[in-house]
Structure formats: structure tokens, C-alpha cells
């Protein structure tokens, strides 16, 4: 099991997460971006830089996540992809998306952003808080336990 982290828009406070818990379950952590990042030294972390463009840094995370995998994004239609090919997605708030729920999630991200592109004020996402690192990391260290027993 690898995580894979779509860097780009990830909050800081959750990158910080991940690298103390790859350290800690010695799981391969991968950030893409297409800028370049700075991570702590480690065997189990590294950044991938992509060049600029639109959903480069999505479609490398598509190419390279595989089944059995986990993926940090904010991002539904990406979410939806590795979804469909069987890796798990856990949101930098902490909400695990999967096969029960992606559909609905896309189908609502659709919907606004059709009322967004006919001039509809739809505001955007509360603002990152506390109890949203805090549902993050509990999710995460109870997703780590879950997949590392599971067998390759």
C-alpha cells in the first residue's frame, strides 16, 4: 500500500500529518505538485513535481495509484477516478470516499458547479479548522491500521 497526495491544494497542518504517520507505519508517501516541494528527509517520503497544466498533477496520481492504495484529495472528480480503480480516498477534512458514496459526491460537485457557471454566489467551503485536522489524523491512523492488515 502506497499514499499518494495531491499536494497541490493539501493545507499544510495534513501534510504534516502524513509525514509523521509514513514515518510511523513505514508506508511510501508521494506528494504530487507542480511546483516543487519541501519534504522532511525520509525513506518513506517524497515529492513528485509534474509540469504546469491543468489536472496533470490529477491524471499522474490516476496513472500511478493502484488498487489497495490510499489518496488524499479535495478533488471529487479525481477522488472518482482512483475510486473506480480501488483505492481508497480520504479527504484533507477526513471524510473517506469509496464506491457507496463517490457518485453522489460527483453528482453534487457537477450541480454546483453548473449553478457557479450560470452566475449563481454558491459561496465556497467553511474554512479549515481544528476539528477537521483532528477527524483527518483519526481517520488516517484508523485506515493505516485497517490496510496494513490487510494481505498484498
Known amino acids: 500500500m502506497k499514499i499518494w497526495v495531491d499536494a497541490d491544494a493539501c493545507p499544510g497542518v495534513i501534510k504534516d500529518i502524513l509525514y509523521r504517520a509514513a514515518d510511523r507505519a513505514q508506508v511510501q508517501l508521494t506528494l504530487i505538485a507542480n511546483q516543487m516541494l ?32 490510499l489518496v488524499i ?15 481508497h480516498v480520504l479527504d484533507p477534512r477526513g471524510e473517506l470516499l469509496d464506491a457507496n458514496n463517490i457518485q453522489e459526491r ?11 457557471s450560470s452566475g449563481v454566489d454558491t459561496g465556497g467551503p467553511a474554512a479549515f ?7 483527518f489524523a483519526n481517520r ?9 492488515q490487510r494481505p498484498s
Do not use: H, Y
Open 106 to 116: 460527483l453528482t453534487m460537485r457537477n450541480f454546483m458547479d453548473s449553478l457557479r
Open 140 to 148: 488516517l491512523d484508523g485506515l493505516l491500521v485497517k490496510l496494513k
Open 38 to 69: 519541501r519534504v522532511p528527509p525520509s525513506p518513506w517520503i517524497r515529492a513528485l513535481q509534474v509540469p504546469a497544466g491543468f489536472d496533470v498533477a490529477d491524471q499522474r496520481i490516476v496513472q500511478e495509484a493502484e488498487a489497495g492504495d
Open 73 to 87: 484529495t479535495a478533488d471529487i472528480p479525481l477522488a472518482a477516478q482512483v475510486v473506480a480503480k480501488g483505492a
Open 129 to 135: 479548522s481544528a476539528a477537521d485536522r483532528q477527524a
